[in-house]
């Protein structure tokens, strides 16, 4: 079974296009996470849920927008894609468990996208 | 802030030689300290952390609050542990990783 799974896989699209990617968890955990992954492969968090509220907002342009319909998924949908968006994105969940060191994540397998 | 340093980006060894990669670390509270490896064309996992004290695939790493280092250390370097190494700090929902060290290991 697929802890983290992530759609699609590959996506390819011209600049100005809107995309979507889905991020799904079946280990019933509270907590998702977007990151990004650049060229260099420096990985920076994009977005944190915790029970479907935003709870890390960092930067990014107001194209990205995450979307948490329950616990288990969390979306990122991204409008006029532009070239500097070309990049592997990463989604996680981790259940919160007070600060006690029990909070590994797991990450899907990423999805990578080009913009042309 | 939080904020994680590899200072290697790139790190090569010979098969058989030991290994370590270097991990600081700034945070005012108690840290909550993790390796994380990614296998060429495979998804981020984690190697091992702090709390639990383990050896993983040989791996071992010793929090040193004093130097605020979390290095990362095997004692003779295989060729399949060539891969991207991520040092990771979390902190209530907050995950900050380091630029990530690329090991590669040469026969």
């Known amino acids: 079974d697929t802890a983290v799974s992530q759609t699609p896989k590959y996506l390819v699209t011209q600049m100005g296009n809107d995309k979507s990617i889905k991020c799904e968890q079946n280990?019933?955990?509270?907590?998702m996470y977007w990151y990004k992954q650049d060229s260099k492969k420096f990985l920076k968090i994009m977005f944190s849920?915790?029970?479907?509220?935003?709870?890390i907002n960092e930067t990014v342009p107001n194209r990205f927008s995450p979307k948490s319909p329950d616990k288990a998924h969390l979306n990122l949908h991204i409008n006029s894609l532009e070239l500097g968006d070309s990049a592997v994105y990463f989604c996680?969940?981790?259940?919160?468990?007070?600060?006690?060191?029990?909070?590994?994540?797991?990450f899907g397998p990423g999805t990578r996208l080009l913009v042309l | 802030a939080q904020r994680v340093t590899q200072p290697e980006k790139l790190l090569s060894v010979f098969k058989g030689a030991p290994v370590e990669l270097k991990c600081n670390y700034s945070?005012?509270?108690?840290?909550?300290l993790f390796w994380y490896v990614q296998y060429s064309r495979q998804r981020l996992q984690l190697l091992l952390r702090?709390?639990s004290r383990e050896s993983i695939k040989g791996f071992t790493a010793d929090l040193n609050k004093g130097e605020t280092s979390f290095h990362l250390k095997k004692p003779f370097a295989q060729e399949e542990d060539s891969a991207m190494y991520y040092c990771?700090?979390?902190?209530?929902?907050?995950?900050?990783f380091g630029a990530g060290t690329r090991l590669t290991v040469k026969p």
């Open positions: 945070y005012s509270g108690s840290p909550e």
């Open positions: 702090h709390i």
């Open positions: 849920y915790n029970n479907k509220e935003l709870i």
């Open positions: 996680a969940s981790s259940q919160f468990s007070g600060g006690q060191g029990k909070e590994t994540q797991y």
């Open positions: 280990l019933g955990h509270d907590t």
């Open positions: 990771a700090l979390y902190n209530n929902n907050d995950m900050r």
